[in-house]
């Protein structure tokens, strides 16, 4: 992959209530023309209940090479305490794996917002369970069966006879020749590019862009 040009650090705030995300970027765009607001799960849930343009972007630090720009951040985001007032959901750098330790930091931060969801959790640690309960776990089965069940669900779902868009038509043998060769190494450093996506500006592979984002993304709206 080839090295980006500008490093930063940068921090997007919501003019409504003061709540704001600290993250960090690298890209070949000028920080002053890049238009890319972040990728936070908590920030992204914001801009959906808050309206993206009531959101600000500043940069807080310009950095030289990506180890000091992992650095900087977590300082950024411990010296601005974006944890306990912003949109950030962990210290560390670039977020991370939600195991034991951020799941209880999280569920005490929210604690006392959804007295049902502070029971469950309540039980989940006492029972040193953070998964589905057995109850829980029945219900999505049961709902699952009843749903593939459904006859008129399974005609409108499933890709089957009159439903599959290749019903009727067959590969010509230059396409099945196509399809038998193996990936050519240029073809593999094709889908291996990455491509920024317009609607939630995330940086991914080609093949994920054209699965999830593009005229697919869910951000495509805002």
Same mark, same amino acid.
């Given at each position: ?9 940068? *921090? ?6 003061? *709540? ?7 890209? +070949? ?12 799960? $908590?920030?992204?849930?914001? #801009?959906?209940?808050?309206?993206? @343009? ?27 305490? $974006? ?48 998964? &589905?309960?057995?109850?829980?776990? $029945? ?8 749903? #593939?069940? +459904?006859?008129?669900?399974? @005609? ?6 009159? +439903?599959?868009?290749? #019903?009727? %038509?067959?590969?010509? *043998? ?14 593999? @450093?094709?889908? $291996? ?5 317009? &609607?939630?500006?995330?940086?991914? *592979?080609?093949?994920? #862009? ?5 005229? +697919?993304? @869910?951000?495509? %709206?805002?």
């Amino acid at each position: 992959m080839m090295d980006k040009k500008f490093h930063y650090v940068y *921090k997007i705030t919501n003019v409504l209530n003061g *709540k704001f995300y600290v993250g960090r970027r690298s890209t +070949n765009k000028h920080p002053n023309i890049d238009s890319y607001m972040g990728s936070g799960w $908590a920030l992204k849930g914001a #801009y959906l209940k808050h309206g993206k @343009k009531n959101f600000i972007k500043e940069v807080l630090e310009m950095c030289y090479d990506l180890e000091t720009l992992k650095e900087r951040e977590e300082y950024w985001i411990s010296h601005t305490k $974006a944890v306990k007032m912003g949109y950030n959901l962990v210290e560390n750098s670039g977020g991370g794996y939600i195991n034991k330790e951020t799941y209880d930091m999280m569920s005490e931060k929210f604690k006392g917002r959804r007295p049902e969801t502070d029971k469950i959790i309540a039980t989940k640690r006492e029972n040193g369970n953070l998964g &589905h309960t057995g109850e829980t776990k $029945a219900k999505i089965k049961k709902s699952v069966r009843e749903t #593939y069940e +459904n006859p008129e669900i399974r @005609k409108k779902c499933a890709h089957i006879g009159e +439903n599959n868009p290749f #019903y009727g %038509k067959t590969h010509s *043998k230059k396409t099945i020749e196509l399809l038998r060769r193996p990936k050519s190494e240029e073809h593999k @450093k094709n889908l $291996a590019r990455l491509v920024t996506c317009e &609607h939630c500006e995330k940086e991914v *592979k080609l093949n994920t #862009y054209n699965r999830w984002h593009g005229d +697919n993304c @869910k951000f495509k %709206k805002l």
